[in-house]
């Protein structure tokens, strides 16, 4: 299985920016969607945004609507071979550690496996934003 490390996490002042990159090590992104989620101490993991590898069809959850949507933008970055997660405008709700993780992707909808024990998640950043 592939595995993911996430990084470009910081400390930011409310209505800053910050660019979150996913590398792939031991294989690489062929095949597989990959989704940003983020996690809060004491929450569970929720999906943030994916892309998929056939077609690079993007989706952001959406609830509350225009929750991510105008603010992140997910990307391929072939020549880097990562993928990318750009946060504008951000806001103190947005505090958390960053995953990225394989996922099932659509128009509609990402899924991934809520069951996957800690231990198999690939490293994580984190992003403060301060208010």
């Known amino acids: 299985d592939v595995q993911l490390q996430a990084s470009g996490g910081g400390l930011v002042q409310t209505g800053g920016s910050l660019r979150l990159s996913c590398a792939a090590s031991?294989?690489?992104?062929?095949?597989?969607?990959i989704g940003w989620l983020r996690q809060v101490p004491g929450k569970e993991r929720e999906g943030v945004s994916c892309i998929t590898w056939r077609d690079g069809t993007t989706y952001y959850v959406d609830f509350p609507e225009g929750r991510f949507k105008g603010r992140f933008t997910v990307s391929r970055d072939q020549a880097r071979n990562t993928v990318d997660l750009q946060m504008s405008n951000l806001k103190p709700e947005d505090t958390a550690v960053y995953y990225c993780?394989?996922?099932?992707?659509?128009?509609?909808?990402?899924?991934?496996?809520?069951?996957?024990?800690?231990?198999?998640w690939g490293r994580g950043t984190q992003v403060t934003v301060s208010s």
């Open positions: 031991g294989s690489t992104f062929d095949n597989y969607d």
């Open positions: 993780e394989p996922v099932d992707c659509g128009i509609a909808s990402m899924t991934w496996d809520p069951d996957k024990p800690s231990s198999l």
